[in-house]
């Protein structure tokens, strides 16, 4: 949230008005975390975000919109505004993901869908969060499925209006997360195959949409890491290497444990969180028997950034409610999961309901927890630090809690919510940040007037 208060204060994007973002004191002391999205850039002169500038863009005008309001400016008001941009994501996500499934499907899709997509994954808990680059990346993403979809058919090529957005939905994803590429492109590639023909009148517009962008992301790059081919993500991963000691690059992780993290593990898995998925192996199965040229396409896209994830240092993508790191998958896994109007009818068919519905109602139990219960406190305890001069190490090892039931983030929660301890309205604890335990000093401007974000000292001794 603090890239747009930078913009808009000072006309600028590092965060060196914030140091206390490189900051964490989970064992009482201030110390530099290692999987801080905010650190200094390759000068090591300015503090600047390491997230990509999609999600701050998109949160832009959201703050900006501040400026037009005469009340009290606080932190917790710029918040507030970041997650009406979560809430409209998130609403044009499920519509770009709908419009898709009818495109694909040749009518309306099962009337589970919709509240599966959204009460039974992280989409939901995340609207009482602040923006994240993912929901930023899944606009994006949405959109070139959604479009490339629509245009499959051989006799019904892209216009250069198409072809303008679907720059724009590419230069979106780029710009929020690149590993969306790995989803993303494979369709563009099998859509420009299937209209060869008329690459002309549709591919100019879109590379004259997403070449700026494209420049943008380069130089973003050589800014924070020095180097216009190393992204910022890549950074923070490969510093958390070091810390653990595990390597010193974001790949460091072991590929195996990784992918049974994402999917199984009690902290992350994707079938852990949202069971119901399971009614679309079938699905994927007869997928990767086919050779229907988007089906392919999709299974490339999912098994290259499962593949990826998996061997990330961090495959638990750091400080989250469930699998974060796999959410722009949904729609394609939604996609893969059901039958196209293109398959032979003998070969998918529609998950059965009465295996579906109770998968779903576990599914939204379970997302229940991180919407009402979950804070980021278990990940504070559990977070590996550094200090300062970098000698001393502070290491809580991240990857066996992830494996941990008893003492689990589900278990957390769930002991959270049976002691009454539930989050109702937008008051979140993960997003207002109770791990913190001093006030920083911010500077005002126009668009911030009042720090209340952070408790106090004597409100975090409670907790």
């Not at 204060?9 to 140091?19: A, K, Q």
């Not at 002309?200 to 700026?212: G, I, K």
């Not at 941990?404 to 959270?416: C, P, Q, T, W």
């Amino acid at each position: 949230m603090y890239g747009p208060i930078s913009f808009l204060c000072e006309g600028d994007w590092d965060l060196d008005e914030f140091p206390f973002l490189y900051e964490r004191e989970p064992k009482g002391e201030h110390v530099p975390w290692s999987g801080s999205p905010a650190r200094p850039d390759a000068s090591g002169q300015q503090l600047r975000s390491f997230t990509g500038l999609g999600a701050p863009l998109l949160a832009l005008p959201g703050a900006a919109l501040l400026l037009l309001w005469n009340g009290a400016h606080t932190e917790t008001a710029v918040l507030r505004s970041h997650q009406i941009v979560v809430v409209l994501s998130v609403l044009i996500i499920l519509w770009l993901t709908l419009a898709a499934l009818r495109s694909w499907m040749g009518e309306h899709p099962p009337f589970w869908v919709l509240p599966a997509l959204f009460f039974g994954t992280v989409l939901w808990p995340q609207t009482r969060q602040t923006l994240w680059s993912n929901q930023s990346a899944m606009l994006g993403t949405g959109m070139i499925l959604w479009l490339a979809i629509a245009r499959r058919d051989e006799n019904h090529p892209p216009s250069p209006a198409i072809g303008a957005l679907l720059g724009l939905g590419l230069s979106q994803a780029l710009l929020s997360r690149p590993s969306s590429l790995l989803l993303t492109l494979p369709v563009l590639a099998v859509l420009a195959w299937q209209h060869r023909a008329s690459l002309r009148r549709w591919v100019p517009a879109l590379v004259c949409c997403s070449l700026p962008f494209a420049a943008l992301w380069l130089l973003d790059n050589q800014v924070h890491s020095g180097s216009p081919w190393t992204p910022p993500f890549a950074v923070i991963a490969a510093d958390i290497a070091r810390v653990h000691g595990i390597g010193d690059s974001a790949l460091s992780g072991n590929p195996g444990v990784g992918l049974m993290g994402l999917l199984v593990s009690p902290a992350r898995g994707l079938l852990v969180f949202s069971p119901w998925i399971l009614v679309l192996l079938p699905g994927l199965w007869q997928s990767g028997r086919s050779r229907e040229p988007f089906r392919i396409a999709l299974l490339i896209g999912v098994l290259s950034t499962l593949a990826l994830n998996a061997a990330y240092v961090d495959w638990w993508g750091g400080d989250s409610w469930g699998p974060r790191r796999l959410q722009e998958l949904l729609p394609a896994l939604l996609l893969l999961g059901l039958p196209s109007r293109l398959d032979q009818k003998s070969s998918f068919s529609l998950p059965d309901l009465r295996i579906v519905a109770p998968l779903l109602v576990l599914s939204v139990a379970l997302q229940s927890l991180g919407t009402f219960a979950y804070d980021s406190r278990w990940d504070l305890a559990h977070s590996a630090t550094m200090a300062e001069d970098s000698a001393h190490l502070q290491v809580s090892p991240s990857e066996p809690r992830m494996w941990a039931l008893g003492e689990g983030v589900l278990a957390d929660s769930l002991r959270k919510m049976a002691r009454g301890k539930l989050q109702f309205g937008w008051d979140n604890e993960i997003t207002l940040a109770m791990g913190w335990r001093y006030q920083p000093d911010l500077p005002s401007c126009a668009v911030l007037r009042e720090t209340d974000r952070f408790p106090r000292e004597e409100s975090a001794a409670t907790k």
